[in-house]
């Protein structure tokens, strides 16, 4: 089977940008995590979902970031306007009922 | 709230030789313990996992880890340590009835020949 696929891997843009990131998580499981991962604070949790909705979004840092989740399959990290100190490793991760979560390879986001 | 402690912030051992990476977590009840791997450019890799039951858990690639409540620990250990074994690796804690985890900041290990 194949696990959660996150594209693009890598993003540089210029400051201001709006950037869009996207998970498919793993077929079947119904929680869906966006983490955020840095040398400074580690691995962060931003948001999750639970059957598409929203559950949890107090580790979004501020009003430039959104998540949505349209339907099972497909959810996106947005970031607008884009600011240097959003360069991270972004990962999305996927669980069923609450179990083991499994993580995608990551975007690393550079923002210039 | 939870919280979780990895001790150790890299570790260096010898090929062949033994491991036991460190965590303390801190919980009022029994908590879903995990111990993931992430290789450099790659995601979090689930190594094991902690529910219920047995407090010997094994893993893939060979690890191991053991849940002890009285010490709050899930120390994860290796008989044998391969090169390819090199990464940095997370300890999390969950619960029952909320899905999020905390992870601990992570321990780095390397091996040498």
């Known amino acids: 089977d194949a696990g959660v696929i996150q594209s693009p891997r890598h993003e540089v843009t210029e400051m201001g940008q709006e950037v869009t990131l996207r998970c498919k998580p793993i077929s079947g499981h119904d929680y869906l995590f966006w983490y955020r991962q840095t040398m400074m604070r580690g691995l962060e949790l931003l948001i999750y979902f639970n059957n598409n909705v929203p559950i949890d979004d107090s580790g979004m840092p501020e009003d430039r970031f959104s998540a949505k989740m349209p339907n099972a399959s497909f959810s996106t990290l947005k970031i607008q306007p884009s600011e240097p100190r959003d360069s991270a490793v972004y990962f999305c991760?996927?669980?069923?009922?609450?179990?083991?979560?499994?993580f995608g390879d990551g975007t690393r986001l550079s923002i210039l | 709230a939870q919280s979780v402690t990895q001790p150790d912030i890299h570790i260096t051992v010898s090929e062949g030789a033994s491991l036991e990476l460190r965590c303390n977590y801190s919980y009022g009840a029994t908590p879903y313990l995990f111990w993931y791997v992430q290789s450099p450019g790659q995601g979090l890799q689930l190594l094991l996992k902690y529910f219920s039951g047995d407090t010997l858990v094994q893993g893939i690639k060979g690890f191991e880890a053991e849940f002890k409540r009285s010490q709050s620990s899930f120390n994860l250990r290796k008989p044998s340590v391969h090169w390819s074994d090199a990464a940095e690796y997370f300890c999390?804690?969950?619960?029952?009835?909320?899905?999020?985890?905390?992870f601990g900041t992570g321990t780095r290990l390397t091996i040498i020949p």
């Open positions: 999390a804690v969950g619960r029952r009835g909320n899905e999020k985890l905390t």
């Open positions: 991760a996927s669980s069923l009922g609450g179990g083991a979560q499994h």
